[in-house]
């Protein structure tokens, strides 16, 4: 059996060391921006996120009042408008009986429809985030899913409102 010999001219040594240098320059420079574009949130799924947070976050000793505050700040005019009038009222007094005291954090969200703007109506998107919320009189955590509305006002994304189960169905009608 014979012996096959490679010689490797140092010219070609130089040359393929300089293309593994640029191929992992442009590695590093290229592969964590690509990684980037596909985990940074969108905005409307911070959006989403942000005010699925602050709809469930409740805390009975700091009041309706305060709770109230912390969603209009991540909520568009109308969510704000509807938070207010409607949602508040009806559901604070069981927060109140109840002493719920809970800080949520959203672990996941997950892109359900994207309803183009049309006329009047904004682009909206509604959005089901995953929360886990840790209770805190009993540190006991509960993980959940709500679907939430968010749409775009005057290019960027806001936090409507978190659609209860007849909601969601009539959507999915729509």
């Known amino acids: 059996m014979k012996r096959k010999e490679f010689v490797i001219r140092p010219k070609h040594l130089i040359i393929g060391l300089l293309v593994f240098i640029a191929v992992a320059i442009l590695g590093f420079a290229i592969v964590p921006q690509v990684i980037s574009n596909f ?13 699925a947070q602050a709809f469930l976050s409740t805390d009975f000793e700091q009041g309706q009042e305060a709770w109230v505050n912390n969603v209009c700040k991540v909520a568009s005019y109308e969510g704000c408008t509807i938070i207010k009038q409607t949602i508040a009222p009806m ?31 904004a682009h909206s998107q509604v959005w089901k985030v995953t929360l886990e919320c840790v209770d805190a009189k009993t540190t006991k955590a509960n ?20 659609l209860f189960t007849q909601e969601i169905q009539n959507a999915d009608q729509q």
Do not use: M, Y
Request: hydrophobic fraction near 35%.
């Open 143 to 162: 993980t959940g899913d709500v679907n939430v509305l968010v749409s775009e006002h005057e290019q960027s994304w806001k936090f409507d409102f978190v």
């Open 91 to 121: 559901l604070w007094a069981s927060v109140e009986r109840g002493e719920v005291r809970q800080t949520c954090q959203a672990v996941q969200a997950e892109l359900v429809t994207d309803t183009p703007a049309k006329g009047e109506k």
């Open 39 to 51: 985990t940074t949130p969108k905005p409307a799924e911070i959006a989403a996120r942000e005010g």
